[in-house]
């Protein structure tokens, strides 16, 4: 059926329906940054505590809104001069929208190097560009007639506002992304005109996956963030093309075969199409169980990422079969597959390394696992539980900076504390608790509303850090033992510590689940058990050595402070599903000709076959996601270059290498018990009275 797309009518009628579906497609995909949530707090489940604590301190005016702390700094000591700008700055903060009552007096710090003024603002409709606008407003009083003093927001407004910026500056993300792509299919095919039919069909999958996801947020419940949306973007081009580059292989190979391209095409779909599906299907439903996670951010993320997935599936099964049968042989220009031609083949290097790992099989894929395994060793110095304010960009933003200064002349947790709230009758002892909680500097209140009072603490430690979460899980450990108080602590720290409970909480769940996912989708498609555990194995292998070599590179060459409590989850997810991909290209082009030629000889010519664009598929999705350092993040930097090695490492080691021994040693078994198995290898059929014997090379 699928294949009546590239048909003589076919091909008109599945280009006009994109068209049509392209049209409001655009016009959805441009607002899907209207419906993004990208205040943490919106990311937690609804059980979370720091979650109720937003919910009852409504009343209290606290709820939507974070604090924004100036400050100003001058080497030489303030002046009186610099604390009345200060004052006036104040004041006409007051005049900005968002703004939520007067702020604080300005503080000079005991040192009288710097001022402090605390001001709350209200996170409207807009979310983060909200805050940013306001930010920038309060910068732009800041910065005049400063007279050398200087100025910088900081604090969690500071902070919403610095990661607005950093992700717009990955508006390039996309341009980037789309020439990566075409430099790599560039080099892979050697035509000027190629590249620009994957690039213009990755290009209407990304649209309709961001329209599909726009409508399901506004309409649906769907959490978006910015998170998801770039990551979206590298997904949806890299696998997409992918899939365009495994078609368009076989499509060159059989329009040397037959001269009517529609049947060319109609024949490669039939037989490339069950390989792209069943990846398309892999990595849509790896994602989808993300859904069980309890963190909001990446429960959105799973589906969203699907969507873009099996929409870059259509249209690569659809609108690009169309397209290429409409253009015809000329679009491979210079090297046009004539009816008839025979590809140069020879003895490349594909074949070269099969000869060469099958001399031998048994020791090369012992010894490839045992380099892997001596690379993952350096996973036990991943340090994946969050990261302080400062250490989340790569770059120095004005809030990173504003902190440094701050923590130098101030208390590290001055200006956004830890809220307590709780029975109004058990206000005081609660207070007192507070106030006995090692790590809180101070207390504020009780303020009292009805039958609810809400107790302010002070942290010693900047709020982002280990020793400030700590403090914030001893607080909640001596408040709830308060019988009848019902208190419950909350604030950007506790928001914080619930974000990392979650996230540890969603990788011990949903990983064995991923896997056992993996596991069904490869045993119905290849009719096998043995070989569906054998490539699972092979990918947990190189995921673990991607992470312990990431984790060197993270300390050691990037000189990062840690991984953000998602990384190995989202690592995870993307590194398996993506790598049994290049799996299920290799294997099922394998058991095809397992089929004809035996296991061991279909092992090599699989391999012979495929090397090339399973590389160059590679190649596509490695740079795609290693466009992601383009954003100032390092939660972008480290999982852009997790997934480019570790699909690097799968497409050049892992399958070329490791699967390709396994399966010549392992030899039939490979397909135990499916029907294959029963076929014995030519070199291996056994004489008559004796057993087949068990080879160790080919």
């Known amino acids: 059926m699928i294949t009546s797309v590239s048909g003589r009518v076919g091909k008109w009628v599945t280009v006009v329906v994109w068209i049509a579906l392209l049209i409001p497609a655009v016009m959805l995909a ?229 001269a009517d391209r529609h049947e060319a095409m109609a024949y490669a779909l039939r037989r490339s199409g069950p390989a792209i599906v069943a990846s398309a299907a892999t990595v849509a439903v790896s994602l989808m169980v993300l859904t069980l996670a309890t963190l909001n951010s990446t429960k959105g993320m799973g589906p969203a990422c699907a969507i873009g997935v099996l929409v870059g599936l259509l249209a690569m099964v659809t609108l690009m079969p169309a397209l290429l049968v409409i253009v015809g042989r000329w679009i491979f220009w210079p090297a046009k597959p004539a009816h008839g031609s025979v590809a140069a083949t020879g003895s490349n290097m594909w074949s070269r390394l099969g000869s060469a790992v099958s001399a031998r099989p048994r020791l090369v894929w012992i010894g490839t696992a045992v380099v892997l395994g001596a690379l993952a060793i350096g996973l036990s110095g991943l340090k994946a539980d969050g990261l302080a304010s400062k250490d989340q960009f790569t770059n120095d933003p004005q ?187 290799l294997v099922t082009r394998v058991r095809e000709e397992s089929a004809q030629l035996g296991t061991r000889r279909g092992a090599l010519t699989g391999l012979t076959a495929t090397g090339g664009v399973i590389t160059s598929a590679g190649l596509v999705l490695a740079g795609t996601f290693a466009a992601m350092a383009s954003l100032p993040l390092v939660f972008a930097a480290e999982l852009g270059f997790a997934v480019a090695f570790g699909v690097l490492l799968d497409t050049t080691i892992v399958r070329s290498v490791l699967v390709t021994a396994l399966t010549v040693d392992v030899g039939r078994w490979m397909w135990w018990p499916g029907k294959l198995f029963r076929k014995l290898d030519p070199a291996a059929t056994p004489v008559a009275g004796t057993p087949e014997p068990v080879l160790e090379g080919a």
């Open 30 to 258: 441009g607002r899907l940054g209207d419906v993004e949530e990208n205040d943490n707090a919106a990311w937690l489940p609804g059980n979370a505590e720091s979650t109720a604590v937003v919910e009852r301190a409504e009343r209290f005016q606290l709820a939507d809104t974070l604090p924004a702390i100036v400050v100003y700094d001058r080497a030489g000591g303030v002046t009186p001069e610099d604390l009345a700008k200060a004052q006036a700055d104040a004041a006409a903060f007051q005049q900005i929208a968002n703004v939520v009552g007067p702020p604080a007096d300005p503080v000079a710090s005991d040192d009288g190097k710097a001022i402090q003024t605390v001001v709350q603002v209200r996170k409207d409709k807009q979310g983060w560009e909200g805050i940013g606008a306001v930010v920038d407003a309060m910068t732009a009083i800041g910065v005049r007639d400063a007279d050398g003093l200087g100025f910088h927001v900081t604090g969690p407004a500071g902070q919403a506002s610095d990661s607005i910026k950093a992700f717009g500056a990955g508006g390039g993300l996309t341009t980037i992304t789309a020439l990566v792509v075409v430099v790599i299919l560039l080099l892979t095919y050697r035509s000027p005109l190629l590249p620009l039919l994957p690039l213009l069909t990755a290009g209407g999958a990304l649209l309709t996956s961001e329209a599909v996801i726009y409508l399901l947020a506004k309409n649906a419940g769907l959490t978006v963030n910015k998170q998801t949306s770039f990551i979206l973007t590298v997904l949806v081009f890299g696998a997409a093309t992918d899939y365009a580059l495994l078609l368009i292989s076989r499509y060159r190979e059989e329009l040397r075969n037959r």
């Open 399 to 585: 809030t990173v900076v504003g902190e440094q200064i701050l923590a130098e002349h101030f208390p590290a947790g001055s200006g956004d504390p830890i809220y307590v709230v709780a029975q109004a009758a058990y206000a005081d002892q609660v207070r007192t608790t507070l106030a006995a909680v090692p790590g809180v500097a101070g207390v504020t209140g009780p303020m009292v509303k009805d039958d609810q009072a809400i107790v302010l603490g002070q942290l010693a430690d900047e709020p982002s850090s280990q020793a400030a979460l700590h403090t914030v899980d001893t607080a909640r450990t001596r408040l709830h033992a308060i019988a009848g108080a019902d208190a419950q602590v909350g604030g950007n720290a506790a928001v914080l510590l619930d974000t990392q409970t979650a996230a540890a909480r969603d990788s011990k769940v949903i990983i064995p689940i991923v896997l056992l996912v993996v596991f069904v989708i490869l045993a119905a498609l290849l009719r096998a058990i043995v070989a569906p555990l054998l490539l699972i194995a092979t990918v947990v292998l190189s995921y673990a050595a991607t992470l312990g070599v990431s984790s060197l590179v993270f300390d050691h060459v990037f000189h990062f402070a840690g991984a953000e409590a998602s990384f190995p989850l989202l690592s995870f997810v993307f590194l398996v599903a993506l790598g049994i991909d290049y799996n299920i290209f």
